[in-house]
């Protein structure tokens, strides 16, 4: 007897693993590993990322080394590589690129990458972006930029944590993904322009760039309800991506999506205003998730326990959704407009 019902488990957990191994590619539901993407994780982090220690995150400054090195942690904490074809997590970005367009004096820094590697078409790539420099420290006070764009930092993070718990499980996107942590964005967009000047990944190969700045918050427009995201971008070069995000979203997130910003004749030009843009000017299909303006945007009381931890979390899924759709669909998203 108790050999049989030995034999038989051993029986049942092969039967288990076969039927796991018959369907590795099998990506078609994306629900698990979204709902790996936690408000408590992102809370913890940013508590982390935005904290005094840290000092603004000035571009350069040691306050923004100490946050990166923190970032780094995370990844390797996570197992998830820098890329193929650098040697660590670091693109050093020199002060005379950073002080070409206006001396501002600013010392070398660096983006910060982490990549996951596709399973079917590894040459084609998805970037997920998000800026980790802040303003610094003004007059004495520490201004921590947890909206901005402490929330985006952490958001791609976690995406990537999501990303990394499927390709363990067998469900590895087909494409590769960059996490791309930029610097220099609070001084004019330097980070991504030198990303996309020097790319590490040929710009022809690259098939979006998904950017996060700012989705912990609410503006005034939206009082009522942090259930919102604005939605940048997705169209002006690709039909595909935008439908892909509403797609997503109507499948998924059920999140309301507020095109406003999105309009070219918007006076505010949000579309130019973050480091999606040094993608989409060559021609890389590109959107930006934003949560827009709010009383604290690039003041001293952009700090992390003003953050909505659950709009941030749904806002990061949403992100994350539409990248697993880009990474494993059949075809990359076309450009269809310019
Ligand atoms: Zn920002």
Known sequence: MKKIVILLLIASAFSCKNTQSASPKDNSDPTK???????????????????????????????????????????KQNKISFPKGATDYYQHIPASFLNARRNENLPD???????????????????????????????????????????????VMEIAKAFA???????????SILFLHVTGEEHGLHGSRYYSENPLFPIANTITDINIDMIGRRDVEHANTNNYVYVIGADRLSSELH????????????????????????????YERSDHYNFAKHGIPAVFFFNGVHEDYHQKGDEPQKIEYDAL?????????????????????VVDKK
């Open 313 to 333: 979390a749904k806002r990061a899924q949403l992100a994350f959704v539409v990248a697993w759709d880009l990474a494993n669909r059949e075809n990359r998203p």
């Open 165 to 175: 718990k499927a390709k363990k499980e067998g469900h590895g996107p087909k494409r």
């Open 109 to 155: 820094s660096e983006n910060i990458w982490a990549y996951i590697e596709g399973s079917e078409k590894p040459d084609e790539v998805l970037v997920i972006s998000a800026h980790y420099d802040h303003v610094g420290i003004k007059n004495g006070d520490i201004y921590n930029g947890a909206d901005d764009d402490g929330s985006g930092t952490v958001a």
């Open 243 to 270: 439908n892909t995000v509403v797609t997503q979203n109507n499948k998924y997130i059920k999140m309301d999506l507020d095109f406003k910003f999105n309009d070219p004749k918007d006076p505010n030009h949000f």
């Open 33 to 75: 590993y979204m709902n790996s993407i936690t408000a408590k994780d992102l809370k913890k982090m940013l508590y982390v990322v935005a904290s005094d220690e840290m000092e603004g995150r000035e571009t350069g400054s040691k306050g923004q080394k100490k946050a990166g090195l923190y970032m780094i942690e995370q990844y």
